[in-house]
Every structure is written in structure tokens, then in C-alpha cells.
């Protein structure tokens, strides 16, 4: 695989006079009909989609009716990067608590707590994470429920195991594309590449469900509709996909990737945003995704949310304003 | 200001078989006399040297002889960006105390110590942190030791007080340029804009500086041999700075600044180099720097060292290598 070719500019850093820092990079909005509503950059960018891919690994767990019994939070939770906070660590050890599973059965591994309170508080407590803490654990507990409706092996994380494997063919299907790879993502589990414009069909095509279609469409209205209910779960207090689903004027599913990506799911317009900052930055894909719903007008420029992730301030050691993020002109135009 | 035009891929950061995202920019490498030895992207780039400049705003503390008095350590802390661990704070609050000052006449504002160890002993102490872990504490007790000696006010980091002045004066001779503006750091002190060529110069003319020479040469002689005969206080234990000046085969002075930049100072070459990452990662800056010091033959690839910041693999929560960080083909043609 080649890397993607022709990134644009995407976001400025300014600092005084200067344009200190820039970010580049390719997105893409689909319309119900797998079509390109707008790009930036090259569409055929061929992507990781990291976490901004888990309501797609989650789809298998939904269909399979292995996840018939889940609560909305359960599947919110399975589709987030949670911040490892009470909220989110207690409701998924109760999850694995009534498999009868326990932390060591995860295969996600341990991970300090992403949010700066359960983070600080696990450190003045003298503990170490354990895998519940992981930002991926209701994936895998999700794994884990459809790994124990298919009588499948311990091992949910190999390639070949049928929980993966069900995970790529939904993968395959919602993007129309044949995978040509995967990489192995922080939570151990297989993250399977497509093009940009793949994301983008396949996020269009959460956001066009409806009730009285397929299993398929039935699964993705689920798993959107739980997205949008809880919002606090998806993420954590204080971070970009909590906020801005909060902020938006009209229900929208987001969800963050690691090395800058991001989608977006936006049912009222039938459409779906990916984005792939090029050298992998949380603060120019949150610049950008907020950018895009401001775009689209299903987020209000002057919510003090859209501006807190649009173009925030960088602020020093005194909280002096030093400099701003802004989008790139080319990402406006 | 424009930004500066056609940075060049540097780095690339892998995760199975795709480079997921590339880092691109700009990197010079100078000789004695300015001119340019090697060049990747734009020399001209328009550029924020950020910490990177401290041993040129510790020159008037050197040449005023206002530092005369200052221990070899002490200067190392005035280039530094310190870990905040004891080992600087308490050097650096030693050093404010021989004034008669105390932390409330810094006007750096209180940083969480960068390093990991000190930052966890902090929050688990309960104790919030003081300006004194700044990471540039030890350049504002040089700043306001010239401020002493100088008779100027106690505010030291605004752009018309003497000693700002005096900064600018410097990095305007040792750049060769007249800086085009300037933005407020971190810490509250003016940064001055160069073109990378001009850091690169300056860079050089520290390595080729000799005892021999003027009241400049001099001062530069005195503050790249602190900060080659302390790594430790430059930056901190396991971070590149310290560990990189420890593994080079050759004395060589290096340091970081924020938003992907880098400097080295080779006086065996008698050649400077500088660099910045256009979208400001500090992964990226490592590797490019580790690169160009085993490209200039004075860090052994296979060193530990240079292969922990050159290409180090990627390691997710279960230990499992998940991808590399890879100097760019166009970096090492």
C-alpha cells in the first residue's frame, strides 16, 4: 500500500503573526447514495479508521441478536473511547460481571485512564490501571458477548477468530470495498483499511438508516441511536465527541480515531463525514469535524462549543492568549 | 507573514503494512561560513525557533557579564527545558534564593513538571505545581540575573524591557536577519521569528565559536560546553535532548523547542543544523534529529539510543509492536 497521495491544508496554527504550525490532510461528505456531497484532498486516501470504526465492529454483535439484550448504554459503550472514568469503567465490569467474566478475560490490555480526573485520582490512590480502564473496553466486552453467542474461542482478538472475522466482512460490506490490509489497533484488536471515501459511504449510510429496513439498517439505527443517547458515554466529560454531540442543534453520531481521524453521522441530512489529518492530530481533526457540522449548519458557529474546538485559543502557562487554531482557508472556501 | 511554502515528507509512522500518517518539513544543516551543507525543503521557511533559541537569550546574560558569577550548571539551566524534577527545581530555586527572590517573581507561570516521575509525586503529594517547574525556570533566573545587573524593572518578559531588547539584538546578530515579529512563548517571553536558514547559522556559529575569539564567541563557547557537560539539566532522564547528547560518539549540544523543532550544535564540524516539522510533532522532530546526527557520522546507527528516537517501534496496551516511526525516503536519499 502506497500512502495517500495530495493532503490539503486543512488547519493553521497561529502564534502572533505567524502561521507557526499547519495541519493537512483529506475529508470527505457522503450522501445516502454513496456519493460525494464535498472533499478536501484525495477521497481515495487509503485510511486506517481506528476507534471512528467501532459502531462497524459492533454490527456483528447487533445482527447476530447476540446483542439483543443489551441496554442502549451497553452499545454506546461498545461504539466509545471512553475516558476510563467511574461512569464508564463501572457499567462495563458490570457487563462482563453477568457473563461471568472477569478484567483478565479482556485482551485489550491495560491503560491509564485518558481523563485527567480518574487518571489523577487512580495516581493519589497508588493503583494501576487494570483492562476495564482501557478506552476500548466496551468493544471488547461487546466482543466478548458475540465471541460467547458463536461458542467461539477466548482468543477474540486473532484475525482469524469468528468474532474478527464477522467484523471484516461488515467492514467490507458498509465501505463496498475489499480491505486490502489491516494493522493491529492499541487495543490489540485487527483495524482494517479502506479508502477515505469508504468511511465516508459507510457513515452516510448509518446516518440514511431507518427502522423498517434489514437486520442491517436495524443494527445501525441501533447503534446510532445509542450513540446519540449518551454522549457522555461514547467519550467522557470535557472531550470533543461528547461536546459537540451535545452542542449540535440536530441529533449527530461522532466518533474520534486515533492519529486524527474522525466521522461524523448525521441522520437529518442522510449524510456522513470522514476526515484523516495526515500526521495524525487530535486538534486539527476536532478543528475540522467542528468546522464541517458548522458547514453542513447543524452546529451554530458562535455555540461556544463550536468555537472552544473550531478555533480555540492556545493559551500559556499565565492563561495569556498566545495564539489560536483556525481552518485552513482552502477547508472554508 | 506567509507560511512557509513546500515542506518535504521527513517521517512517516507505520502500523501494519500502511504508513498511516506522514510528517512533513523543513531541516538545514550549516557550516562555519552560513552556507548551507544540506537542505530539506525551504531554508527560507519563516519559522518560531521557540526553546530551541534559549542559548542565543542567554547571550547578553554571558556578554553583559552579569553571568560571570554563574556556575557551568547554572548556564546549562538557563538553555534548558527542564523536566521539573528536583534535580532542576531545586538547582534553580537555589539559584533565586542567592538573589533574594523568591517563586512570585518569576513570570514564567506554574507548569505540572513535564517528566512523569515528578508530575505523579506532585498528585500524589496532593501539591499543585509552582512556577519554579516551569520548564524554562532556569532561563527566567537567567533573565532576571541580567535584569539585576542591568538596574531594570521586575518585569522581565515584556517585549520593551531591557533585557527582551537585549535578546532581540542578539538573535538578530546571530540570525544575520531583522526579525519580522515575534510571538509570545509558553512561558510569557517574546519569541522572535527567523527563517530556518538563519537558525541554522546561528547554530553553526556556536559550533565554530572558539575561546579565542570575541566577547560573542566567548559567550557561545561558555553555553554550548554547559549544555554539553550537563544533558541531564537540558531536558530531563529518558527524554531526547539528555539521551541523545549522551549517545553521540562526539561532544554536540541539542535541544528542542515546542511545535516540532530542533537544533543541533556540532563543534567537531563545526556545522549547526535546524529543523522544523510543519505540523508541529515532537515524535517527528526526534526522529529527524536522531537521523541527521547519524547521517553526519556522529551518532552509531545501531546505538540504542539512536534507534529509540530514529525508528522506534510502536508499542500498544499489551506490549504487542504494532507499527514504526520510519525516517521518510526523501530524508535519507
Redesign the interface.
Known sequence: ???PASPVPLV??W??????????GHAVICDEAGGIVEAWGDPDA???PRSSSKMIQALPLVESGAGDHLSSEQLALACASHSGAPAHTSRVAAWMADMGLSDADF?????MPMGEAAR?EM??A?ETPCQVH?NCSGKHAGFLTLARHLGAGPEYVEPDHPVQRACLAAFEEVTGETS?????????AP?H?STLLGMGRAMAAYAAATEGGDARKAAMVRLREAMMAHPDLVAGEGRACTELMRACSEPVALKTGA??FYIAIIPGRRMGIALK?????TR?AECVIATLLVRLGVLEPDHPTARKFMCPEIL?????V??EIRPAPQLLA
Open positions: 500500500m502506497s500512502h493553521e496554527i502564534r502572533g503573526p505567524l502561521a507557526e504550525s499547519r495541519h493537512t487509503l485510511i486506517l485482551r485489550c490490555g491495560p491503560q489523577d495516581i493519589r497508588g482501557n486490502p490490509g489491516y494493522g493491529i489497533d492499541g487495543c490489540s483495524n483499511a492519529e486524527g489529518i495526515t500526521d495524525g492530530a486539527a500559556n502557562f499565565r492563561k495569556i498566545t495564539g
